[in-house]
């Protein structure tokens, strides 16, 4: 891919990728534009041990797309961008993150950031201390971000439920976690106050035991969560746990979480269908944080989390009845819809980004 950057950059319609390197930090990563047409790009930071950069720029790419569809899907004047920092020893991770910050603001509001995996609020301190253009982990940001994700990623599920079965029924319903951070903690919670059965994996013992001790669900092995029976199995850990071998040990009727690109590759939506099991795809469930964020930056308001999961519980069983209309399996529509929405966004019409720049510009002076 290294040498091929703008090939790929071409082929699925990326604006502008930066390779960034700090002298100071020894920060290195990239940070990729997908589409800012529809206003601003909207992005976290992802700081993982990549083993190449290829594999971080690869990375990069595919996760600010989904983000672009993620938005699309979502209804939101906004697109996709990504920036992922490559974890190394030498790295002085609070000046790196300043220097995330210097970077961000150069982008002068194209480009907004957050959270990711390995980025949590005392990174995002660092980089609001340099930028506006940073979801404020303290008391003067949007909050409750990872508490609208688990809202949106639970109403997802009752659509789904409602799509295949026609009612929700959480008593008669199992349903198995993988991965107890901020979002499955607020999921599991949501699901044992309905009286559903719930079950999770979770590889750090402390977690596992802290949540275990405040909601009182069954713990399982990590990596048991694929061969255990259940109506609902729902991925809150990382992305790619779905590909050639884990798939063909599901036991599950659904699959419904908030991993981003959950699939290690988008033809698996394809075999889940094949093989029975309903997926309700990750980016369009899994918006909440994004709706939060965005609304509040661009409009200034702050969503409640139940009415961002009433949004995206009636995104879902559209997709869901739009597909079943047509014949198609829930993912590939979504992501065509998203296509097609991005490329209307290119054909013309107003840029709301012009008139975003223009108040942030307005407010500033
Ligand atoms: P988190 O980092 O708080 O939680 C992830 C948890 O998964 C950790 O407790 C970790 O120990 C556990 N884990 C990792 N690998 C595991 C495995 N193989 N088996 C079992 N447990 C494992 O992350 P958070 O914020 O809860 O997000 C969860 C997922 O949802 C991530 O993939 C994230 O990118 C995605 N997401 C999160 C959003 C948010 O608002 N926080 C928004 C959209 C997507």
Same mark, same amino acid.
């Given at each position: @891919?290294?040498?091929?950057?703008?090939?790929?950059?071409? *082929?699925?319609?990326?604006?502008?990728?930066?390779?960034?390197?700090? *002298?100071?930090?020894?920060? *290195?990563?990239?940070?990729?534009?997908?589409?800012?047409?529809?206003?601003?790009?909207?992005?976290?930071?992802?700081?993982?041990?990549?083993?190449?950069?290829?594999?971080?720029?690869?990375?990069?790419?595919?996760? &600010?797309?989904?983000? &672009?569809?993620?938005?699309?899907?979502?209804?939101?004047?906004?697109?996709?961008?990504?920036?992922?920092?490559?974890?190394?020893?030498?790295?002085?991770?609070?000046?790196?993150? #300043?220097?995330?910050?210097?970077?961000?603001? #150069?982008? &002068?509001?194209?480009?907004?950031?957050?959270?990711?995996?390995?980025?949590?609020?005392?990174?995002?301190?660092?980089? &609001? =201390?340099?930028?506006?253009?940073?979801?404020?982990?303290?008391?003067?940001?949007?909050?409750?971000?990872?508490?609208?994700?688990?809202?949106?990623?639970?109403?997802?599920?009752?659509?789904?439920?409602? %799509?295949?079965?026609?009612?929700?029924?959480?008593? %008669?319903?199992?349903?198995?976690?993988?991965?107890?951070? =901020?979002?499955?903690?607020?999921?599991?919670? +949501?699901?044992?106050?309905?009286?559903?059965?719930?079950?999770?994996?979770?590889?750090?013992?402390?977690?596992?035991?802290?949540?275990? /001790?405040?909601?009182?669900?069954?713990?399982?092995?990590?990596?048991?969560?694929?061969?255990?029976?259940?109506?609902? $199995?729902?991925?809150?850990?990382?992305?790619?746990?779905?590909?050639?071998?884990?798939?063909?040990?599901?036991?599950? +009727?659904?699959?419904?979480?908030?991993?981003?690109?959950? $699939?290690?590759?988008?033809? %698996?939506?394809? #075999?889940?269908? =094949? @093989?029975?099991?309903?997926?309700?795809?990750?980016? !369009?469930?899994?918006?909440?944080?994004?709706?939060?964020?965005?609304?509040?930056? $661009?409009?200034?308001?702050? /969503?409640? !989390?139940?009415?961002?999961?009433?949004?995206?519980?009636?995104?879902?069983?559209?997709?869901?009845? *739009?597909? #079943?209309? +047509?014949?198609?399996?829930?993912?590939?529509?979504?992501?065509?819809?998203?296509?097609?929405?991005?490329?209307?966004?290119?054909?013309?019409?107003?840029?709301?980004?012009?008139?975003?720049?223009?108040?942030?510009?307005?407010?500033?002076?």
């Amino acid at each position: @891919m290294g040498n091929h950057i703008l090939e790929a950059m071409a *082929r699925d319609g990326f604006e502008e990728v930066i390779a960034i390197h700090d *002298r100071v930090s020894n920060l *290195r990563g990239f940070l990729a534009l997908h589409d800012t047409t529809g206003g601003p790009a909207f992005g976290g930071i992802r700081r993982w041990a990549y083993v190449d950069e290829d594999r971080a720029l690869r990375d990069c790419l595919r996760l &600010s797309r989904a983000m &672009s569809h993620k938005c699309a899907v979502a209804g939101l004047p906004c697109g996709g961008g990504k920036l992922v920092v490559i974890d190394r020893p030498d790295l002085d991770i609070e000046a790196g993150y #300043r220097a995330i910050g210097d970077y961000v603001e #150069r982008l &002068s509001g194209r480009f907004y950031t957050g959270p990711d995996v390995g980025t949590g609020a005392r990174e995002l301190a660092c980089v &609001s =201390e340099r930028t506006r253009f940073c979801t404020d982990p303290g008391p003067d940001g949007p909050g409750e971000l990872a508490e609208a994700t688990a809202e949106g990623v639970f109403r997802g599920m009752e659509a789904a439920l409602l %799509h295949l079965d026609g009612e929700i029924d959480w008593k %008669h319903r199992s349903v198995v976690v993988q991965g107890l951070g =901020e979002v499955g903690r607020g999921l599991a919670r +949501r699901l044992v106050t309905q009286g559903a059965r719930v079950r999770a994996a979770e590889v750090d013992p402390e977690r596992a035991l802290m949540v275990h /001790e405040e909601l009182d669900i069954e713990l399982i092995d990590a990596s048991t969560e694929f061969d255990s029976a259940c109506d609902i $199995l729902a991925p809150c850990a990382l992305g790619g746990i779905l590909h050639d071998l884990t798939l063909t040990r599901l036991r599950c +009727r659904i699959v419904a979480g908030a991993a981003n690109n959950v $699939l290690a590759r988008s033809g %698996h939506a394809d #075999r889940l269908h =094949e @093989m029975g099991i309903f997926y309700a795809p990750d980016f !369009v469930i899994n918006a909440g944080a994004l709706i939060r964020g965005a609304l509040f930056h $661009l409009e200034g308001r702050l /969503e409640p !989390v139940a009415a961002i999961g009433t949004r995206i519980a009636q995104t879902a069983a559209g997709l869901f009845d *739009r597909a #079943r209309e +047509r014949g198609l399996v829930p993912a590939r529509l979504a992501a065509l819809e998203a296509e097609d929405e991005i490329a209307r966004r290119r054909s013309g019409g107003v840029n709301p980004l012009a008139a975003h720049l223009r108040d942030a510009v307005d407010k500033s002076v």
